[in-house]
Protein backbone atom coordinates (compact mmCIF):
# COMPACT_ATOMS: atom_id res chain seq x y z
CA UNK A 1 0.00 0.00 0.00
CA UNK A 2 1.71 3.34 -1.08
CA UNK A 3 1.92 5.62 1.57
CA UNK A 4 -1.14 8.04 0.46
CA UNK A 5 -2.92 5.07 -0.12
CA UNK A 6 -3.56 4.65 3.57
CA UNK A 7 -6.77 5.11 4.72
CA UNK A 8 -5.11 6.54 8.07
CA UNK A 9 -3.06 8.70 6.73
CA UNK A 10 -4.49 12.27 7.57
CA UNK A 11 -2.64 15.31 6.29
CA UNK A 12 -2.73 18.68 5.15
CA UNK A 13 -0.29 20.16 2.59
CA UNK A 14 0.39 23.56 2.52
CA UNK A 15 1.91 26.15 -0.34
CA UNK A 16 2.37 28.87 1.95
CA UNK A 17 1.63 29.78 6.05
CA UNK A 18 1.12 33.46 4.87
CA UNK A 19 -0.56 35.15 1.68
CA UNK A 20 -0.90 38.59 0.48
CA UNK A 21 -3.62 40.30 2.73
CA UNK A 22 -3.91 38.04 5.34
CA UNK A 23 -2.16 36.96 8.74
CA UNK A 24 -0.44 33.97 9.40
CA UNK A 25 -2.46 30.82 8.71
CA UNK A 26 -5.50 33.30 8.32
CA UNK A 27 -6.37 31.43 4.69
CA UNK A 28 -6.06 27.72 6.21
CA UNK A 29 -7.87 28.40 9.55
CA UNK A 30 -11.10 26.79 8.20
CA UNK A 31 -8.94 23.14 7.30
CA UNK A 32 -6.50 23.53 10.46
CA UNK A 33 -9.84 23.93 12.27
CA UNK A 34 -11.09 20.50 10.49
CA UNK A 35 -8.03 18.38 10.32
CA UNK A 36 -7.88 19.27 14.25
CA UNK A 37 -11.24 18.27 15.11
CA UNK A 38 -11.24 16.48 18.59
CA UNK A 39 -7.59 17.64 19.17
CA UNK A 40 -6.20 19.58 22.28
CA UNK A 41 -2.30 19.68 21.72
CA UNK A 42 -0.21 20.41 18.50
CA UNK A 43 3.75 19.41 18.57
CA UNK A 44 5.29 22.39 16.24
CA UNK A 45 8.48 21.88 14.33
CA UNK A 46 10.21 24.61 13.95
CA UNK A 47 13.74 23.48 12.86
CA UNK A 48 13.55 25.66 9.18
CA UNK A 49 13.99 29.12 10.36
CA UNK A 50 17.49 29.82 12.75
CA UNK A 51 15.54 31.39 15.51
CA UNK A 52 13.25 28.59 16.90
CA UNK A 53 12.27 30.61 19.93
CA UNK A 54 10.73 33.25 17.85
CA UNK A 55 9.30 30.91 15.88
CA UNK A 56 7.59 28.36 17.97
CA UNK A 57 5.75 31.45 19.84
CA UNK A 58 4.52 32.90 16.64
CA UNK A 59 2.93 29.57 15.99
CA UNK A 60 1.40 28.85 19.35
CA UNK A 61 0.42 32.76 19.49
CA UNK A 62 -1.84 31.58 16.55
CA UNK A 63 -2.77 28.70 17.34
CA UNK A 64 -3.83 29.71 20.76
CA UNK A 65 -6.47 31.70 18.76
CA UNK A 66 -7.61 28.68 16.99
CA UNK A 67 -8.17 27.11 20.20
CA UNK A 68 -5.12 24.97 20.59
CA UNK A 69 -2.58 23.91 22.50
CA UNK A 70 1.04 24.52 21.31
CA UNK A 71 4.06 22.55 22.24
CA UNK A 72 7.50 23.53 20.42
CA UNK A 73 9.46 20.11 19.35
CA UNK A 74 12.94 22.09 20.19
CA UNK A 75 11.48 23.12 23.77
CA UNK A 76 12.47 19.27 25.56
CA UNK A 77 13.49 16.40 23.67
CA UNK A 78 12.08 16.70 20.06
CA UNK A 79 11.51 12.79 19.34
CA UNK A 80 9.63 12.36 22.86
CA UNK A 81 7.74 15.17 21.70
CA UNK A 82 6.74 13.46 18.50
CA UNK A 83 6.41 9.93 19.80
CA UNK A 84 3.47 11.72 22.33
CA UNK A 85 2.22 14.22 19.80
CA UNK A 86 -1.43 14.51 19.29
CA UNK A 87 -0.97 16.03 16.10
CA UNK A 88 2.03 17.89 14.42
CA UNK A 89 3.00 20.47 12.34
CA UNK A 90 5.93 21.24 10.43
CA UNK A 91 6.29 25.34 9.44
CA UNK A 92 8.00 26.92 6.37
CA UNK A 93 11.68 28.40 5.63
CA UNK A 94 14.45 26.69 4.46
CA UNK A 95 14.33 23.00 3.75
CA UNK A 96 17.66 21.74 4.17
CA UNK A 97 17.69 23.75 7.18
CA UNK A 98 14.42 21.24 8.10
CA UNK A 99 15.58 18.15 7.01
CA UNK A 100 19.31 17.96 8.41
CA UNK A 101 17.46 19.39 11.86
CA UNK A 102 14.89 15.97 11.52
CA UNK A 103 18.29 13.68 10.73
CA UNK A 104 19.83 15.19 13.88
CA UNK A 105 17.20 15.03 16.27
CA UNK A 106 16.44 11.54 14.68
CA UNK A 107 12.65 11.96 14.15
CA UNK A 108 12.24 11.35 10.50
CA UNK A 109 11.05 7.64 11.49
CA UNK A 110 9.29 8.90 14.85
CA UNK A 111 6.82 10.91 12.80
CA UNK A 112 6.85 8.66 9.85
CA UNK A 113 5.54 6.10 12.61
CA UNK A 114 3.06 8.31 14.24
CA UNK A 115 1.58 9.68 11.06
CA UNK A 116 0.79 6.06 10.17
CA UNK A 117 -0.77 5.79 13.08
CA UNK A 118 -3.31 8.32 12.57
CA UNK A 119 -2.03 11.55 13.94
CA UNK A 120 -2.71 14.44 11.91
CA UNK A 121 0.14 16.52 10.01
CA UNK A 122 0.38 19.73 8.78
CA UNK A 123 2.67 21.35 7.07
CA UNK A 124 3.61 24.18 5.03
CA UNK A 125 6.08 25.23 2.18
CA UNK A 126 9.28 23.71 3.27
CA UNK A 127 7.01 21.52 5.65
CA UNK A 128 5.13 20.08 2.90
CA UNK A 129 8.19 19.21 0.72
CA UNK A 130 9.48 17.28 3.97
CA UNK A 131 6.79 15.48 3.51
CA UNK A 132 7.65 14.07 0.29
CA UNK A 133 9.80 11.21 -1.22
CA UNK A 134 12.77 13.52 -1.09
CA UNK A 135 13.73 17.44 -0.94
CA UNK A 136 14.56 17.39 -4.68
CA UNK A 137 11.99 20.16 -5.43
CA UNK A 138 12.74 22.33 -3.06
CA UNK A 139 14.15 26.00 -5.04
CA UNK A 140 16.26 26.76 -1.01
CA UNK A 141 19.88 27.35 -1.13
CA UNK A 142 21.51 24.59 0.53
CA UNK A 143 22.87 26.35 3.62
CA UNK A 144 23.19 23.18 5.34
CA UNK A 145 23.75 19.38 4.21
CA UNK A 146 21.83 17.28 5.26
CA UNK A 147 22.91 13.73 5.32
CA UNK A 148 20.37 12.23 2.75
CA UNK A 149 17.82 14.07 0.14
CA UNK A 150 15.66 11.72 1.64
CA UNK A 151 12.62 12.98 3.46
CA UNK A 152 9.37 12.05 5.18
CA UNK A 153 8.02 9.77 2.26
CA UNK A 154 3.86 10.12 3.44
CA UNK A 155 3.14 10.73 0.17
CA UNK A 156 4.86 9.16 -3.04
CA UNK A 157 4.57 12.41 -5.10
CA UNK A 158 6.87 15.73 -4.57
CA UNK A 159 5.33 19.42 -4.25
CA UNK A 160 6.86 22.46 -5.45
CA UNK A 161 5.24 25.01 -3.16
CA UNK A 162 4.53 28.78 -3.90
CA UNK A 163 4.21 27.74 -7.70
CA UNK A 164 4.23 31.13 -10.09
CA UNK A 165 3.33 30.82 -13.86
CA UNK A 166 6.00 32.49 -16.32
CA UNK A 167 5.13 36.06 -16.98
CA UNK A 168 5.16 36.90 -20.61
CA UNK A 169 5.77 40.57 -19.39
CA UNK A 170 8.80 39.78 -17.62
CA UNK A 171 12.63 40.78 -18.62
CA UNK A 172 14.02 38.25 -16.52
CA UNK A 173 16.22 35.48 -18.37
CA UNK A 174 16.48 33.16 -15.61
CA UNK A 175 14.86 29.70 -15.45
CA UNK A 176 11.12 29.71 -14.88
CA UNK A 177 9.81 27.22 -11.83
CA UNK A 178 8.44 24.83 -14.84
CA UNK A 179 11.71 24.84 -16.48
CA UNK A 180 12.87 23.88 -13.29
CA UNK A 181 10.60 20.87 -12.40
CA UNK A 182 10.75 20.04 -16.05
CA UNK A 183 15.04 19.47 -15.58
CA UNK A 184 13.43 16.94 -12.21
CA UNK A 185 11.64 15.01 -14.64
CA UNK A 186 14.43 14.55 -17.12
CA UNK A 187 16.28 12.80 -13.53
CA UNK A 188 13.50 11.15 -11.47
CA UNK A 189 10.34 9.57 -12.50
CA UNK A 190 7.94 11.01 -9.54
CA UNK A 191 4.74 13.09 -10.46
CA UNK A 192 5.45 17.12 -9.47
CA UNK A 193 2.20 19.23 -8.06
CA UNK A 194 2.87 22.63 -8.56
CA UNK A 195 1.11 24.38 -5.64
CA UNK A 196 0.06 28.08 -6.42
CA UNK A 197 -0.93 30.38 -3.53
CA UNK A 198 -3.16 29.89 -1.51
CA UNK A 199 -3.62 26.47 -2.54
CA UNK A 200 -2.88 22.75 -0.51
CA UNK A 201 -3.56 19.12 -0.48
CA UNK A 202 -6.02 16.82 1.72
CA UNK A 203 -4.68 13.69 2.06
CA UNK A 204 -7.06 11.64 3.80
CA UNK A 205 -9.37 8.37 3.59
CA UNK A 206 -7.22 7.09 0.69
CA UNK A 207 -7.60 10.00 -1.50
CA UNK A 208 -5.62 13.41 -2.22
CA UNK A 209 -8.26 16.26 -2.90
CA UNK A 210 -6.68 19.82 -3.80
CA UNK A 211 -7.91 22.91 -2.06
CA UNK A 212 -8.21 26.29 -2.03
CA UNK A 213 -8.97 28.82 -4.69
CA UNK A 214 -6.91 28.27 -8.23
CA UNK A 215 -5.82 25.79 -9.83
CA UNK A 216 -2.59 23.16 -9.42
CA UNK A 217 -0.10 22.34 -12.14
CA UNK A 218 0.38 18.74 -12.14
CA UNK A 219 4.14 17.47 -14.03
CA UNK A 220 4.64 13.66 -15.10
CA UNK A 221 7.42 12.19 -16.92
CA UNK A 222 6.48 11.80 -20.70
CA UNK A 223 3.16 13.70 -19.88
CA UNK A 224 2.30 17.43 -21.01
CA UNK A 225 1.73 19.85 -17.45
CA UNK A 226 -2.11 19.66 -16.55
CA UNK A 227 -4.51 22.13 -14.99
CA UNK A 228 -6.21 20.98 -11.97
CA UNK A 229 -9.33 23.02 -10.22
CA UNK A 230 -9.69 23.06 -6.55
CA UNK A 231 -12.06 19.88 -5.63
CA UNK A 232 -9.84 17.73 -7.69
CA UNK A 233 -9.18 14.39 -6.43
CA UNK A 234 -6.06 13.93 -7.69
CA UNK A 235 -5.23 10.38 -6.68
CA UNK A 236 -5.41 8.77 -9.94
CA UNK A 237 -3.42 11.24 -11.38
CA UNK A 238 -0.43 10.93 -9.23
CA UNK A 239 -0.57 7.06 -9.54
CA UNK A 240 0.85 4.48 -9.66
CA UNK A 241 4.33 5.88 -8.33
CA UNK A 242 7.68 4.41 -7.59
CA UNK A 243 7.95 3.50 -3.69
CA UNK A 244 9.31 5.86 -1.17
CA UNK A 245 12.89 6.65 -2.19
CA UNK A 246 14.26 6.97 -5.54
Known amino acids: MFASEDPRQNLL ?12 LDHVESEIRSILAGIERVVFVPF ?11 AKHRFTQMGFSLESAHQG ?14 GGGNTFRLLKA ?11 DRVEAGVPFIGSSAGSI ?40 STHMGETQEERIMQYLEENDRPVVGLREPTMLRVSNGSVIL ?22 NLTAELGPWPARTE
Not at 13 to 24: H, M, Q
Not at 77 to 90: D, G, K, L
Request: aromatic share 8%.
Open 77 to 90: VPRQRAQEAQAIFI
Open 130 to 169: VACPTLKTTKDMPVVQPPSFDALGLVNFQISPHYLDPDPN
Open 211 to 232: HGSVNARIFRRGHAPVEVPPGT
Open 13 to 24: LVSSSTIYGRGY
Open 48 to 58: ALHDRDAYAAK
Open 102 to 112: LYDCDLLQTIR
